[in-house]
C-alpha cells in the first residue's frame, strides 16, 4: 500500500480540476465529487496506516529540477508521523466536506467552495508525504493559497477581503523566515532531504550557531502557520470565511502545519538548546497570551481561534520541552476536538443566524444533538479526566516539568485554567439560560451536518485512550520506535500534575458556571473592577492597531518616500536626458536657417578647425 | 532538421505576411488580422519543432548558417582581415528565447484584435518586429545582433505612438531616446571590440578575450575591458531596466496598447538579460566577476524600489510596470550570485516573468476594453461581474508573486538560493521583496477582484472565445514550468557549462 | 626677370582669397558676394598659374586648368545672374539675407 501513497493527494487535486472545470454544470451535486473523492483518500490513507504498523518507513524519489551538479528531488515519504497525519487531515477534510453539503447549501459559489476544498485538502496531504525541506514548503505554500481563497471566499464582503489579503500576507512573512532557513540549511548541509539534514546534524556538520539560526528561521515559518505570537493577528481574522473551512483549515490540519513542521524537523531542534527554548517559551506565551484574550471575546468563532492559537501554543511548547509524543499527540486530539467544536459551531449558527454569543442563549432544548455534541468538545478542550484532551494536555505539561521549564509549566496550567472558564462561558452563553433575543424557527441541523460532528464527538472522547499513562502508551511507543532522536515515548511526571490539571480544570469550570450558568456571581464583577484590563484583553493588546501603526505604515512611508525620489531624482534624470538631447537638437537646427552664408561660415569653421587639428597632430587621428 | 536555411527562414517568416499585407486594401479589418495572425504561426511552428528535436537529442550545431558578406583588411596578414559575416546559429538559452518570442507573438497578434485603427499599418510593423526580436536571439555575429536590435527599436516606436494611449507620444519619445543612447553605448562597445579583434562573431570573441595571446590587431587593456562591460551594463541595462534607467519602461507600459506591452514586457526586456548573459558574461568573465557584487547590489536595489513604488500605485498597469522592475532585479540577483543556481535562476526569471507579464497584460486588455479604465479603484469587485477574469486575474497575480507550482516561484526559488551561498546577508535584505510582492500584488489584485462592487456590470460579458486562447497557453505554461522545471533547465544545461567554465566556477 | 619670388605670387592669393571669402560671407547685396566668389576663384588660379611656373615639375597643366576655371565661373556668373534675377523678380530684393527659402 505505502508505495503508491501519492495517490493518496491525488485525488482530491483530481476533485478540484474537475469541479473547477464541470462545476457550474453540477451544481450542487458537486459536493458528491468532493466527498467521494476525499473519501477514496480516507479509505487510502488508513491502509497506509495499517500497514505502516508492520512494515519499515517507506520512501521513493525522482528527480525534480537539476542546478549544475544538485540534484533537487520530489517524492514522498510515508513514516509515522506522516501516516497518522494522512488520517488525521483526510478523516477531517472528509468529514468537512460531508457537513459542508448542508452547511453552504444554497450558496451561489457551492461547486467553487469544494473546487477550493479539494485545492486545500491535496496541498495539506502533499505537504505531511513531503521527503523534504523544498517540498514542504512547495505544498507550505499551496495550503496557503487554499486558505487564502476560502477565507476570502465571500469576495464581495470587504472584511472577507481584508482577512483573506492578511492571513497571506502574515504568513508569507513566516514563510520567509522558512525560506532563508531553508536555503542556510541547504548551504550547509548540501541537500533538503530531512533524512541528510539530520544525518549532518548528528555527525556536526554543522557548526551550533548555524543550526539555531536556521531553527529559528524555520520556526518563524512555524510561528506564521500556526498562529503563534507575534504573526498570530490573522487566525482570529480568518473566521470570516464559512465555518466548516474554519473547521477544517484553521482548527485542525494548516494552522497544525507549523506544529507539524517542527516535529518533522525534531532532531534538528533537539541539536539546539537555544532553538528549544525559543519554541517553548513562545509556545507557552502564545497559549497563556491568546487564552487571555479568548476569556472576553463576544463572537462564538473568535473565542474558538484564540482557542486554537492557545492551543497550538501547547502544541509548541510540548516541542520545545522536548515532547515530541506530546505535542504530537495534542495535535491529533487537538484535531478531533477543535473541529467538533467550529463544526458545531456552525451548526449553531446556521440555526440562529448570528456569531454573537450575546444573542445566543437556551439553546441547548432546542439543539438536541448539536448542544451534547459542542459539550463534549468543551469537556475535552478543557482537559476534564476520561475526554481526550485530559490525557494530551497532561503529556505536554509532565513534558514541560520534566525539561525542567518550571515558569513554562506554570504558565501553562493557567492557561489550562483560562481555557476551561472561556470555554464553559461559551457553552454557558450559548446553551443555557433564556433565550436574549428572539429566536423563532430554530431548526437543528441536517443529519448530513450531524453526522460528522457524531464522528468527532466519538473521536473527541476515545482518541485520548491510544496513549495513556492508565493503559500504555502505544501511539508514543510507535511514533518513537526506531528513531532515538526524538525522545522516549513515555515521560514519567510526578503524579500531582494530573491532580493539579484536573484541579485547575475543575476550578475553571466551576468558576464560569457560578457566573454565566447559576449566575450567583455578577457577569461584570470583574470587569467592572478592571476596565483597563478589559479594554485591554477586548482589544486584543491593541497588537493590531500597533501593526497598522509601525509597520503599515512604515511600508506606506518608505513607499511615499521612494515615490518622491522616483518624481524629482530619476524623473529629473529623464527631463535631463531628454533636455539635453532636444538642445543639442536645437542647437543644431539653428544653423539651418535657409541663409547661405551662415551655410559658408559653418563650412569653414568646420575646415579650418579640422586643418587646426591635422597641424598639432601632424596626421590622422592616432 | 537537416534543412539548410532553417533558422534563416524562422527569422524571417513573418516577412511574407508583410508582403500579403502589403497588396491588401487597409480598410478590410477581419481579414488583416486574420493574416497578421496567421503570419506569426510559421515561426512559432519552426521554433517548435527545433525545440522539440533538441528535446530529442539532435544536435543544435546543424543549424548554424554562415554566408561571407563583407571583407576587408589585408587578408595575407594573419589577424589584419576584418570580416563581418551573416551568421545565424542557435544554443539551448538562444532556442528558448525563440520559442518565448514565437509563442508571445502569436498570442500578442491574438490580442491586437482590440486595436481600433489602420489595422494594416499596424500588423506590418508588428511582423517587422518579430523579425527583429527573432533574429536578436538567432544572431551570432555582435554587428547582426546590433542591425536586429535596431530593427525592434523602430517598430516599437511607431507602434507606441500610434497606438497607444493619451500620452502615447511622450511615451514614444523617452522609450526611443533612452534606447537611443543605450544603442549607442552598445555600437561603440561592438566597434571597439571589432575595431581590436576583426571579428564580430560571438564565440570568436570569446576565445579571443580570454586565451592569454590572442590573435588581436591590437591588445586590449584590463580598464579598458571593465569600461566596455561597463559600458555594456549600460546598455543593457537600460532595456532591463535597471534602476535609475527604468522611467521610459513605466510610460511605455502604461501607454502602449497591451498587446505590445505582452511583447514589450515578455520579450523586448529580456533582450536586455539575454545580452548581458550572452556578451557580459562570455566575453568578459573575469571582469564580470568583480562587478558581481555590485550587480547583486543593484538587483536587490531593483526589486525593493520596484516594490514598494508598486504599493502606491493607483493605477493597476502602473502596479505592473514597476512589478516588472522589481521582477527584473530578480534576474541581476542571480546573475550577481554568479553560480549555476543563481544563473539558472536568472535566465528561469527571463522566462518566467515574460510568460507572466504578458498573461497580466493580456487580462489588463481583456478588461479595459469593457471597461475603458484600469484604475484599482474604479474596478473594484470585479468577480462578481466577470468571475473568470477575475480568477485568471487572481492566478496571474499568484505566478507574479512566485506561488509554488508556478513558473516565478522557481526562478525567484533558484535566485535567492544562489545569492544565499554567496552574500547572505544581502541575500536576507532582498527577501523581503519576497514579502512586499504580495503585498502589492494582493493589494492590487484584491482591490480589483473582491470587495464591493464599485459599478454596475450589467451588460458585461465575461471573457470570450478567442480571449480563453492566450489566457490557457499562458497559465498551461506558467504552471508546466512551476511543476516540470526540467522543461527549460535540461535544455539550458549546455550552456550553462560554458558560462560555468568561462567563469572558472 | 623671375626676380619675383614664389611667395609674393601665394601671398597676393591668400589676401585675395580672404577678401573673398569676407565678402562672400558677409555682404548683404548678392551681386557683391557673386563677385566675392569670383575673387576667389581668380586666388585659385593665381596659385595654379604659379605653381605650374616655379613648382617642383613646372608644367603647362597648371595654366590649361586656369583656362578651365575662367571658362566654369564665366558659366557658373551667367547661371548666378540668372537665379538672381528670377529672384528679385519675385521678391524685389538682391539682399541675400531674405531668401531663406533653402529652409524650407
Known sequence: ?622 | MNLAYFLSILVFSPLLGILVLSFMPRTQESLIKTVGFLATLPALVLSLIAYFQYRAGAGLEQLNEKVSWIQFGDSGQLGNLFSIDYELGLDGFSLIMIVLTAVLSTLAAIASIHIKKEWKGYFMLFLLLEVGMLGVFAAENLILFFIFFEITLIPTFFLIGKWGYYEKENAAYSFLIYNGLGSAVLLIVIMVLFARTGTANIDALMAAMNADNPQLVAPISENMKMGMLIALLIAFGVKLPIFPLHSWMVRVHVQAPPSIVMLHAGVLLKIGAFGLIRFGMGIFPEQFQSLAVWLAVLGVVNLLYGAFLAFVQTDFKMVLAYSSISHMGIVLIGLGALNEAGIQGAIFQVVSHGLIAALLFFLVGVFYERFQTSTIQNLGGLAKGMPITAGFLLAGAMASLGLPGMSGFVSEFMAFLGLFKEMPILAASGTIGIIMTAVYLLRAVLGITYGKAHRDFAGITDMKKFEFVPVLVLVGLIVLIGVYPSVLSEPLTSTLETIMLGIGG | MSTVPVQAYLALALILFCIGLYGALTKRNTVIVLISIELMLNAVNINLVAFSKYGITPSITGQIFTLFVIAVAAAEVAVGIAILISLYRNKKSVNIDEMDAMKH
Open chain 1, 1 to 622: 500500500m505505502m508505495e503508491n501513497a501519492w495517490i493518496i493527494p491525488l485525488f482530491p487535486l483530481l476533485s478540484f480540476l474537475f469541479l473547477i472545470l464541470f462545476g457550474k454544470r453540477l451544481k450542487e451535486a458537486s459536493a458528491y465529487i468532493g466527498i467521494l473523492f476525499t473519501l477514496a483518500s480516507l479509505v487510502y490513507s488508513l491502509l497506509v496506516l495499517f500497514d505502516r504498523f508492520s512494515a519499515p518507513t517507506y520512501k521513493a524519489e525522482g528527480v525534480w529540477l537539476t542546478i549544475g551538479d544538485v540534484q533537487l528531488t520530489a517524492g514522498f515519504e510515508v513514516n509515522q508521523l506522516n501516516a497518522l497525519m494522512l488520517v488525521i487531515v483526510s478523516l477531517v477534510s472528509f468529514l468537512v466536506h460531508t457537513y459542508s453539503k448542508g452547511y453552504m447549501q444554497g450558496d451561489d459559489r457551492f461547486p467553487v467552495f469544494y473546487a477550493y476544498l479539494g485545492l486545500f485538502t491535496f496541498a495539506m496531504l502533499g505537504l505531511v508525504i513531503s521527503p523534504n525541506l523544498l517540498q514542504t514548503y512547495f505544498f507550505w505554500e499551496l495550503v496557503g493559497l487554499g486558505s487564502f481563497l476560502l477565507i476570502g471566499f465571500y469576495f464581495y464582503k470587504e472584511e472577507a477581503k481584508a482577512a483573506a489579503k492578511k492571513a497571506f500576507i502574515m504568513t508569507r512573512i513566516g514563510d520567509v523566515g522558512l525560506l532563508i532557513g531553508m536555503i542556510l540549511l541547504f548551504w550547509q548541509a548540501g541537500s533538503f532531504e530531512y533524512d541528510e539534514i539530520f544525518a549532518a546534524v548528528e555527525a556536526g556538520a554543522i557548526s551550533g550557531t548555524m543550526i539555531t539560526l536556521t531553527a529559528i528561521l524555520i520556526f518563524i515559518g512555524a510561528v506564521g502557520k500556526s498562529g503563534q505570537f507575534p504573526l498570530h493577528t490573522w487566525l482570529p481574522d480568518a473566521m470570516e470565511g464559512p465555518t466548516p473551512v474554519s473547521a477544517l483549515i484553521h482548527a485542525a490540519t494548516m494552522v497544525a502545519a507549523g506544529v507539524y513542521l517542527v516535529a518533522a524537523l525534531f532532531p534538528l531542534f533537539a541539536a539546539s538548546e537555544t532553538a528549544l527554548m525559543t519554541v517553548a517559551v513562545i509556545g507557552a506565551f502564545t497559549a497563556i497570551f491568546a487564552a487571555s484574550i479568548g476569556l472576553v471575546q463576544k463572537d462564538i468563532k473568535r473565542v474558538l481561534a484564540y482557542s486554537t492559537v492557545s492551543q497550538l501554543g501547547y502544541m509548541m511548547l510540548a516541542l520545545g520541552s522536548a515532547g515530541y509524543v506530546a505535542g504530537v499527540f495534542h495535535l491529533m486530539t487537538h484535531a478531533f476536538f477543535k473541529a467538533l467544536l467550529f463544526l458545531a459551531a456552525g451548526s449553531v449558527i446556521h440555526a440562529v443566524h448570528t456569531q454573537n454569543i450575546e444573542h445566543m442563549g437556551g439553546l441547548w432544548k432546542k439543539l438536541r444533538v448539536t448542544g451534547p455534541l459542542f459539550l463534549i468538545g468543551t469537556l475535552a478542550i478543557s482537559g476534564v479526566p476520561l475526554f481526550s484532551g485530559f490525557f494530551s494536555k497532561d503529556e505536554i505539561l509532565i513534558a514541560a516539568w520534566a525539561h525542567g521549564n518550571t515558569l513554562l509549566f506554570w504558565l501553562a496550567v493557567i492557561a489550562a485554567f483560562f481555557t476551561a472558564f472561556y470555554m464553559f462561558r461559551l457553552f454557558f452563553m450559548v446553551f443555557t439560560g433564556e433565550a436574549r433575543t428572539d429566536m423563532k424557527n430554530v431548526h437543528e441541523s441536517p443529519s448530513v451536518m450531524t453526522l460528522p460532528m457524531v464522528v468527532l464527538g466519538v473521536l473527541a472522547v476515545v482518541a485520548g485512550y491510544v496513549n495513556t499513562p492508565w493503559f500504555g502508551t502505544f501511539l508514543g511507543d510507535w511514533l518513537v520506535e526506531d528513531n532515538h532522536a526524538l525522545g522516549h515515548g513515555h515521560i514519567e511526571g510526578p503524579v500531582w500534575i494530573m491532580i493539579v490539571a484536573t484541579a485547575v480544570s475543575l476550578l475553571g469550570i466551576f468558576l464560569a458556571w457560578l457566573m454565566y450558568g447559576k449566575r450567583s456571581l455578577s457577569r461584570d464583577w470583574l470587569t467592572s473592577r478592571m476596565p483597563l484590563s478589559y479594554s485591554v484583553l477586548y482589544n486584543k493588546y491593541y497588537i493590531d492597531e500597533f501593526y497598522s501603526l509601525t509597520v503599515v505604515n512604515g511600508a506606506k512611508f518608505i513607499s511615499s518616500f521612494l515615490r518622491l525620489l522616483e518624481v524629482f531624482l530619476v524623473e529629473g534624470l529623464v527631463k535631463s536626458v531628454t533636455g539635453i538631447t532636444s538642445a543639442l537638437g536645437r542647437l543644431g537646427s539653428k544653423f539651418h536657417n535657409g541663409q547661405i552664408q551662415t551655410y559658408g561660415t559653418v563650412a569653414f569653421v568646420g575646415l579650418a578647425i579640422l586643418v587646426v587639428i591635422y597641424a598639432f597632430t601632424g596626421g590622422y587621428l592616432k
